[in-house]
């Protein structure tokens, strides 16, 4: 009884497949036709049901056939999964971030997501990056390796990215600029960690977390310690093949426990 | 009869170019949003019929009464006692100010960061796109928030505005000061129409307003049944014309509307299974043609039962005391109903939370959705009271913020969705 869950991101899609472990993961760019790239994916890949999420999940879920779940209920019930003592999960993805807190059976009982701009999001540290000229898979190293403290006031990409600049003018080094980027982005996702009201075990889900100094950074200021899974990208996907299984398992009843 | 209009619009100087734009925009939002839904009260047909007509019959009553000597009124506020404006043989119409579409014409004018309420009024001035606006011989603004305190300053330059002055706490002195401001009202409006206002008229306007409050609460209470036998769109949709429709009129057609869905709710039939989540919404004001936020909850499964705002309870919950025989004790009774509306300009404005909690009992709600606009300070900040309440009740709450654009409308599925698969039983 295989599963299968797709969460469509708007940078990168993750399809995990799943029966009672995590059989297989893909990651992948979304691009301009997330709808065909997922067609293509699941095109000869063998499951019995799928659920889908994401940003893209109402234009690919009808298409496939699929079952469609928020991605705060997807990363909720992956947390859980992979760490059944989580209460918090932070997710950092392409163009949001959340905070959902599990009550102590597992359901969602509050969440904060950021409302519309992608302020504090990894689209945020993409443009950055590409202002500072590295690899996003770069950024992260490059601010733990700074020498100095400057400050970014803003968290808005159009205005930090002229706020980047005239640091760039003023001499400053890219590294001191790329931690003064990941504070301000840690600033805003510890106020709405904090708002919701963090409980530990908290996990760390999405793209952003495979950013350490963005880890080190969000726990420094919650006075805690984050846990980063093994894959943080696929949670999400993993939330809705878990819940495909439970479809098949519970004669295509929803059911809300992972 | 487009040629009628065509030549209606030219007199009144709207910009012609730009206003078919706006309505060619409305006709595809207004089929998406309304005429999609199944299963609507035909009671809904006149509603869809103004919509449709939304700048036509009316504005050439309007026109009519004006050619015959009367005046007509505008506003933008439910704290405006609009009973002084019937009692004076003018015409009081509530303006919309609900669109996008008016917002970038506002913006070559006043600051961005103002609430997108006031800048799609302001646009509508600027943009010369609002056959009401036009139609009005005098504006009546309120000292509700700073925002539109000052945009009315600007609006003055254009077209005549007066301002009323609402107080900011609810103390005695702030009351005898709105009973003032009242009285200066009266007089302001004496003086447009050229009218004395007396006990009599003044009696007949209180009546008039009374019966359409009357058959909005009939409305209101009836969307208290499970199933509900009316959609939150369609119950909006009817709340919103009741700003600018002729108030008899009006009242009438709302009452047949709610004829019809006693009759539904005698048969149990509703728009929604009766295990649909049951939304309450409070917050900003919802003017024509925002539906955002309802289109978004209503197509994601729930249903709106009601909604605490000022396009909503707080339009009709209270009446005028109807018993009073004398202008003055008359004017007292308008002056106390028009304080006790719960409004976030008031400090402090507890009663607010009180409302709300109340009325998610008898709305039998399963959550509440928080809605402000963006930049409404007021709204926005009270929001955090009304979480710590709610969360002691044990009432589901979603706090959104928002303006009428569509650019965030991904996020604000997701978190609705999200926040109905956690209320969901």
Sequence with gaps: MISAGLDVGSRTIKIVTFDTIVRDSIITDTGANPLRRCQELMSGRNFERVVVTGYGRHLVAPALGGEVISEIRAFAIGAEYLYPDCRTVIDIGGQDCKVILLSDNGEVQKFEMNDRCAAGTGKFLEIMANTLEVKISELGNLAMSASKTVRINSLCTVFAESEVVSLIARGELPADIALALHDAIATRIATMARRVGIKERAVFAGGAALNQCLNRLVGDKLNIELTVPREPQIVGALGAAIIARNMLSNNNEIKTEA | ?425
């Design chain 2, 1 to 425: 009869m487009a040629n009628d209009n065509i030549q209606m619009w030219t007199e009144l100087n709207i910009d012609l170019k730009s206003h078919d734009m706006l309505l060619n925009a409305l006709g595809p939002i207004f089929k998406e949003v309304y005429l999609s839904q199944k299963n609507r009260p035909a009671g809904m047909g006149f509603y869809d019929f103004v919509v449709g007509d939304i700048h036509g019959i009316r504005v050439k009553e309007l026109r009519e009464h004006a050619k015959n000597g009367g005046k007509v009124v505008a506003t933008y506020c439910v704290f405006v006692p609009e009973e002084l404006v019937w009692a004076a043989d003018a015409i009081p119409v509530g303006l919309c100010a609900g669109t996008q579409f008016s917002v970038p014409m506002a913006e070559e004018v006043l600051p961005r960061n103002t609430c997108a309420l006031i800048k799609s009024s302001f646009g509508f001035k600027l943009g010369r796109v609002c056959p009401y606006v036009q139609a009005s011989h005098l504006i009546v603004g309120e000292t509700t928030c700073d925002g539109k305190k000052k945009m009315f300053e600007i609006l003055n330059q254009y077209q005549p505005v007066y301002v009323m002055e609402v107080p900011n706490k609810k103390t005695e002195r702030s009351r005898q000061l709105w009973h003032g401001e009242v009285l200066a009202f009266k007089d302001v409006i004496e003086k447009l129409t050229g009218n004395k206002i007396a006990a009599k008229k003044l009696g007949e306007a209180i009546d008039l307003v009374n019966q359409r409050r009357l058959a909005l609460q009939r409305l209101y209470n009836l969307r208290k049944n499970r199933p509900v036998p009316i959609s939150g769109k369609d119950a909006l949709l009817a709340t919103q014309v009741s700003f600018y429709d002729d108030a008899k009129r009006d009242t009438q057609m709302l009452n047949a509307l709610c004829d019809e869905l006693d009759k539904r709710v005698a048969i149990h039939q509703g728009v929604a299974p009766a295990k649909a989540p049951r939304i309450l919404i409070s917050g900003s004001p919802m003017a024509i043609p925002n539906w955002k936020l309802h289109h978004i909850i209503e197509s994601s499964g729930a249903v709106v039962v009601c909604e605490e705002s000022c396009t909503g309870t707080r339009f009709f919950s209270d009446l005028v005391k109807p018993t009073q025989q004398n202008l003055d004790e008359q004017l007292k009774a308008i002056a106390d109903r028009y304080m006790n509306i719960h409004c976030a300009c008031f400090t402090p404005n507890d009663e607010r939370p009180d409302d709300v909690v109340r009325l998610a009992k008898e709305y039998q709600a399963d959550g509440v959705i928080h809605y402000n606009l963006q930049f409404c300070h007021t709204y926005a900040n009270e929001a955090h009271k009304m979480g710590k309440r709610l969360e002691k009740e044990g009432i589901p709450l979603l706090r959104i913020e928002t303006d009428y654009s569509d650019e965030d409308a991904g996020q604000l599925r997701t978190r609705i969705e999200a926040f109905l698969e956690m209320i969901r039983k």
